[in-house]
Nanobody, 125 residues
Framework: QVQLVESGGGSVQAGGSLRLSCARS???????MGWFRQAPGKEREGVAA????????VYVDSVKGRFTISLDNNKNTVYLQMNSLKPEDTAMYYC???????????????????WGQGTQVTVSS
């Protein structure tokens, strides 16, 4: 049984940084781990994803150059390092996991089977 628990959210000023963490149990040898976010009145959207087999990554255009997704050495925790934060980044952030895959990842919500409870990120001017 896969379990995901996010942490690290909070409030920062524009231009600041936060690092989100997602601890997982029920480890899968090769799968995708993704970060999604949802602002009030908007649909949940993908932000970034990482393939645990090769540590390859994918990002949506709005966060390229500012956000970095990574894994710890044991591949039991996925991180989202968020730099140069903007008020538009304010949202509830969710960690998600696919089942077993063999190569590459997407940021499409329909590809993910397991979800964490979410952690709030608020960016003020």
């Amino acid at each position: 049984q896969v379990q995901l628990v996010e942490s690290g959210g909070g409030s920062v000023q524009a231009g600041g940084s936060l690092r989100l963490s997602c601890a997982r149990s029920g480890y899968r040898y090769r799968n995708c781990m993704g970060w999604f976010r949802q602002a009030p009145g908007k649909e949940r959207e993908g932000v970034a994803a990482i393939y645990t087999g090769l540590d390859s990554t994918v990002y949506v255009d709005s966060v390229k150059g500012r956000f970095t997704i990574s894994l710890d050495n044991n591949k039991n925790t996925v991180y989202l390092q968020m730099n140069s934060l903007k008020p538009e980044d304010t949202a509830m952030y969710y960690c998600a996991a696919t089942g077993t895959v063999w190569a590459g990842c997407t940021t499409r919500r329909s590809d993910y089977m397991y979800w964490g409870q979410g952690t709030q990120v608020t960016v003020s001017s």
